[in-house]
């Protein structure tokens, strides 16, 4: 069965340090990959995709993620968190009809 | 640009009693999907469609009904209402199946 893990509950990075979001999946074939943010209270907004191709892919907002087969990952990166980023982040797998998303990491930035 | 609306933002209902999640897209999409939201379990798919008249089940079909019988709508039937489905529940649609989705602002359903 396809499955999306995101390892980490919640994190807390400084203003202005860089960030890693972990990403692992579990599925047959190569499937689509997503990031979306969710900010308190509202839906979910698509910060990047990967289809195909280059691996490393860039999204809205300073963020990018690479896809690294081997390793069934699709980690999301940004070099320098601002304090608007605090949100809860999910991954997101598209195979066939059907979405999965991971359990979502919360993100806490400290002024 | 209005992209997928969700009616009601917010409903209480005692356990038993039946209703209907609306939600409505105009951006011609073919897919559409509903969702439940549940702390530390990211979102669950309940249903789906591929097109006007044709739905299917998702990973937590069971109390949930669904119809499509346009393009632009696809509501969500809470046939007898049960604690257990006390959640934020969020409406989306794509271009097809495996695109991003776009969402709404959610539905928060408490039963009592």
């Known amino acids: 069965a396809q499955s999306v893990t995101q390892p980490d509950i919640h994190i807390t990075v400084s203003e202005g340090a860089s960030l890693e979001l972990r990403c692992n999946y579990s599925y047959g074939a190569t499937p689509y990959l997503f990031w979306y943010v969710q900010s308190p209270g509202q839906g979910l907004q698509l910060l990047l995709k990967y289809f195909s191709g280059d691996t490393l892919v860039q999204g809205i907002k300073g963020f990018e993620a690479e896809f690294k087969r081997s390793q069934s990952s699709f980690n999301l990166r940004k070099p320098s968190v601002h304090w608007s980023d605090a949100a809860e982040y999910f991954c997101a797998v598209g195979t066939g009809n059907q979405f999965y998303f991971g359990t979502g990491t919360s993100l806490t930035v400290i002024p | 640009n209005a992209g997928v609306t969700q009616t009601p933002k917010f409903q209480v209902l005692k356990t038993g009693q039946s209703m209907t999640l609306q939600c409505a897209q105009d951006?011609?999409?073919?897919?559409m999907s509903w969702y439940r939201q549940d702390p530390g379990m990211g979102l669950r798919l309940i249903h789906y469609?591929?097109?006007?008249?044709?739905?299917d089940q998702g990973e937590v079909p069971n109390g949930y009904n669904v119809s499509r019988s346009t393009t632009e709508d696809f509501p969500l039937r809470l046939l007898s209402a049960a604690p257990s489905q006390t959640s934020v529940y969020f409406c989306?649609?794509?271009?097809?199946?495996?695109?991003?989705?776009?969402f709404g602002d959610g539905t928060r359903l408490s039963i009592l």
């Open positions: 469609s591929v097109g006007a008249g044709i739905t």
């Open positions: 989306a649609s794509s271009q097809g199946a495996g695109q991003p989705q776009h």
């Open positions: 951006m011609n999409h073919e897919y």
